[in-house]
C-alpha cells in the first residue's frame, strides 16, 4: 500500500499532496527523453514546494524506533 509523505521535506509543513494526480514525470538527457516511473512529485501546500520521492520509499513499511 502507498503511504502519502506526512511532511514537506524542505519545511517541515504537514500539508502536502500529490502534484495532479495523473502528472507524467520524464527526464531527458542525450537528446532521450524517457518517463520517470519511479518517482512521484508532492506539493506543499503552505510554502509551494515540490518534491520528489521514490515510489519504493512509499510503498516500504515505515521504520519503527527502537526500543
Not at 19 to 43: I, N, P, Q, W, Y
Request: aromatic share 6%.
Amino acid at each position: 500500500m502507498t503511504r502519502p509523505p506526512v511532511s514537506c521535506p524542505v519545511c517541515g509543513r504537514l500539508i502536502v499532496e500529490p502534484v495532479l494526480k495523473s502528472f507524467r514525470l520524464t527526464a531527458e538527457g542525450e537528446g532521450l527523453v524517457r518517463d520517470v516511473h519511479a518517482m512521484k512529485a508532492f506539493h506543499c501546500q503552505e510554502q509551494g514546494h515540490i518534491f520528489f520521492i521514490r515510489v519504493s520509499d512509499l510503498e516500504a513499511e515505515p521504520l519503527q524506533a527502537n526500543a
